[in-house]
């Protein structure tokens, strides 16, 4: 089992910044990549970053060049570094874990950005 614990959402304007963390502990040898989802409200889950266990990234195209994927090891902890914020950004958070063929899920953080 691996347990995510997400912080770092709130309510920011457009333009502004926030920084989502997830912290991952449990069985965390064997993870194969850890990433960051979103869900609006009436909108199917979406990919939003993804960092491999061997560093290599992707992003959706909505959120390159604004959305930073980073990973401290030795903290166990994936990071979404999020700037120049738009209201079509708002949605729950979700970090995911995939370890084998096992999907985890954290329990989602709000972001609401205003116009």
């Known amino acids: 089992q691996v347990q995510l614990v997400e912080s770092g959402g709130g309510l920011v304007q457009a333009g502004g910044s926030l920084r989502l963390s997830c912290a991952a502990s449990g069985s965390i040898r064997s993870i194969n990549a850890m990433g960051w989802y979103r869900q609006a409200p009436g909108k199917q889950r979406e990919l939003v970053a993804r960092i491999l266990s061997g560093g290599s990234t992707n992003y959706a195209d909505s959120v390159k060049g604004r959305f930073t994927i980073s990973r401290d090891n030795a903290k166990n902890t994936v990071y979404l570094q999020m700037n120049s914020l738009k209201p079509e950004d708002t949605a729950v958070y979700y970090c995911?874990?995939?370890?084998?063929?096992?999907?985890?899920w954290g329990q989602g953080t709000q972001v609401t950005v205003s116009s």
């Open positions: 995911n874990a995939d370890r084998l063929v096992i999907a985890y």
